[in-house]
């Protein structure tokens, strides 16, 4: 099995080389038989990919020690969710996910494609075999997840004990499938530039996949955020660790290319903008795959490679990102600019939502970036951390903030800004007065946490205000506006859902910035601490056996005003003995939207135990409201007018009613 899934490797390499010259030489040529060859070529690359990706994962599954992969990374004692997902958590395994992601895309556009012009569908799937036949050479050539060990050894280094988590199960496919979505949108920017021809019906066809990539993005990092929250033990939700940084660069300039093709589709304009903001962002997500498998990075979220993998990716990087850049500068100047508008309108808006994103990201690729340029211009380490990146993107995501509400109400081509200001008087209102609420009666509330509080109403009043101005709220009768928001489109829903969401993980960040609590102490069984008015007391601490681990687990119950428990938090210590590592098990209870957060430490000299305790308000709306955000992408893309089949039906029915289409 283990050399089908090798061969099968090599034969998507071949594939993809066919993918990657036929279908674009019959585009050039004008022969239909080479272009038609796409399709089929792309669909049996990725059946080839998705068979070597089963044979490893039945390798781990069944702990066969003879493939070097997994003897490094996997145990028979491993419980076998772990099994399976220490598939991809590793670096050989993560690539074959990635290749098996990028050629799941590539065959979606050969079957989902039949309504494109001939000649970009064949593009845009020729782009995608370059991509794919570049990283296919990279793990054939460096990284190959199927080399043998022989003699093959009785047991396994094990997994990272970081990484047994439900947490992998989940994030990294949730990000791949972002990181690796935009590839889809990059291969339709190549596509056009090398046809030399973009419309609005190509922002058309490139909308739904960005939209994709964008929600199953922004579900990755919130995964990878709460798994690092909860599984490092630290109480944190975001590091601005460079890898961290590394998928919400493209997440921000994904965010700009979203609202960008939405001009483009409506109004015909930013054409040029909206290309080069296809390229840049998936040239953020290989920039991102480089940063993890480079070993230029030191980092929990980091792959341990060797340099020559680095210098392999650095030259796919050149390549491609300079490639594009080069065709991009080459045909820039033939393309059309596009239709003109005011700078009040839907179009203003939408162009200094993208000033702002795309100012924000520059800002966390500098951060991101100039402590490897320093060191490798003059052996220094330095460090560039939270207080940067504090100071450079808050006062950049402020405005912008603010600035979310007024776009979906402003008209396209010219708007009125006063009018549009009065239809928000009420969620201006209600911002205000929450506002008011939280400086008067919340305690320990500052200016700037109530401000932070308002901003985040604002946010959701905002949303919720465009929506009921949309069905008629209070001018009409309650029979035609249900009637009116049933007919809207689904598009209409997922923007709103996309801005709550947005206000939703404002209001989270401000809260747990603002009026969290913690105590550290010392703690044997009995003693009770106090934190943000609760009570809890140190029940026991037992020593637990796991599967592959061994576990001293403490017990805490919560008081009520008598003194009585209510409820449990169980933390513990975890400790692989062959990894020979100790992990950190948190201990959270959700109350409403808020956490008690215990995490336990080492003993004292005394025999104490060090425990700290948080309280954090309001936390969990990080993380929902990034849930609602990836929802409102998934409405959309129900939105019958996003549908890439869409337009073909049309055909169909025209074409089967003369007289109508004439018409």
Known sequence: MVEIGHFALVLAFALALVQSVLPLAGARSGNARMMATGGPVAITGFVMVALAFAVLTLSYARSDFSVVNVWENSHSLKPMLYKITGTWGNHEGSMLLWVLILTFFGALVALFGANLPATLRAGVISVQGWIGAAFLLFILATSNPFTRLTPAPIEGRDLNPVLQDIGLAIHPPLLYLGYVGFSVCFSFAVAALIDGRIDAAWARWVRPWTLAAWSFLTGGIAMGSYWAYYELGWGGFWFWDPVENASFMPWLAGTALLHSAIVMEKRSALKIWTLLLAILTFSLSLLGTFLVRSGVLTSVHAFATDPSRGIFIL???????????????????????????????????????????????????????????VEALSGDKISVGAPF?????????????????????????????????QRLMAAFAGALLVVLVTALFVDGASVLAALGVGLAAWLVFGALTDLALKAGVGSVPVGTMLRRLAGLPLSVFGTTLAHLGLGLTTLGVVGVLSF???????????????????????????????????????????????GQPYASVVSAKRFYPVRQMPTTEAGIRTMGFSQLYISIGDQTADGALVVRIWWKPMVTLIWLGALVMMGGGAVSLFDRRLRVGAPARRRKAASGRPGEAAA
């Open 516 to 562: 969290e609590s913690e105590n550290i102490l010392s703690m044997r069984p009995g003693d009770t601490a106090e934190i943000a008015g609760r009570a809890l007391r140190f029940e026991s601490i037992d020593p637990v056996k796991g599967p592959n681990y061994t576990e001293d687990r403490a017990t805490f119950a919560l008081l009520d005003e008598a």
């Open 315 to 373: 030259c796919i990087l050149t390549i491609f990102i300079g490639g594009s850049l080069a065709l991009f500068a080459l045909r820039a100047p033939t393309l059309t600019a596009g239709g003109i508008f005011h700078p009040v309108s839907r179009e203003g808006a939408l162009v200094l939502n993208n000033l702002f994103l795309t100012t924000a990201t520059a800002t966390v690729l500098i951060g991101t970036l100039y402590p490897l340029v």
């Open 389 to 421: 990146f504090n100071l450079t993107f808050g006062p950049l995501m402020v405005p912008l903030l603010a600035l979310v509400p007024f776009g979906p109400l402003l008209a396209w081509k010219r708007g009125d800004l006063l009018a549009v200001g």
